[in-house]
């Protein structure tokens, strides 16, 4: 492969990106990564110009285009370009697919030490959010699934291929978890003409009921300090109004992080609160001891308590 993009590179690469879809994938990635290393200039840019569709009209797999930015070393570049990878993923309801996208490339601009994008923190912390719902529902601790769940039913418009699932969901463990009057606020939502006819009869009955006879009570969510300022903030709440930081979330529970309980995966380094990752891993059978994020083994033995904090990310606008 490598010779033959030399001998006649873009015609080459051209014609490896129109065969099958599965050898087009390792071959095409192989022939951008290849191009990148050459850093020529002219041949960059006539790839790129025809994976971006400017000849014929027809943009290729975006795929190509982040693996030709990031062998030429083009960080930026290639996190917008993940970021739309990631998002076109989400819109068809592959979340897994669209939180992997966004932690590597997350991975390789903290590699380079290169600002993250806020689009990209964001979007990732929403995936995971959502990822965590069916952990801790498993686990059986409901509020804290009912929680994420209320996260991500706040964003629905980003998961618009399972909104009325998300929003079944979400009624469900509110309800069950004392959360009424959110139960009933997304019970009213799911009952909107664009999304009754879609919601599972096994449920409709049920949703029906919490609407027409409404109880307002919810179990108030508490509040731990910030680990900037120290000011009490919501537990699910990932910004503080006092210091006015954003505060990074633990990748076990999706709570806000807390300054005397400060952990973090020791193979990917996303915070975690040290006792509930110490409990999640205590708790599970061997295989299933991985880090929630990046689905790493991970030993008791090497989670440690981190004396104090890391500064106060600055993420891009």
Known sequence: IGHHCCVSPLATIVVYLHWPPLLCISIGHHCCVQVG??????????LTDYLMGEADGMPKDAKYLFRLYMALGEYREASRTAILIAREDQMAGNYRNAHDVLFHMHAELQQHNIR???EMTQNLM??????????????????????MLIRVANNISKFPSHVVPILTSTVIECHRSGLKNSAFN???????PENRANVDPKWKKKIEQIVRKPDKSEVEEPQEACPYCSHPVQQ???DCPQCKNNIPYCIVTG??????????????HFPALYSEFKKLLESSSPEERVCPMCAVNVSTDDLKLLPSPPPPSDNEA
């Open 37 to 46: 290393k050459t850093k020529l200039e002219t041949l960059t840019q006539q």
């Open 186 to 192: 997304f019970a009213a939502m799911l009952l909107r």
């Open 126 to 147: 929403l995936l995971h959010s959502y990822i965590l719902v069916k952990l801790l529902v498993k686990r059986e601790e409901h509020t804290k699934g009912a929680r």
């Open 255 to 268: 709570w806000h992080m807390l300054k005397d309980d400060w952990s973090q995966c020791p193979s990917c």
């Open 236 to 238: 699910s709440k990932l």
């Open 116 to 118: 993250i994008p806020a």
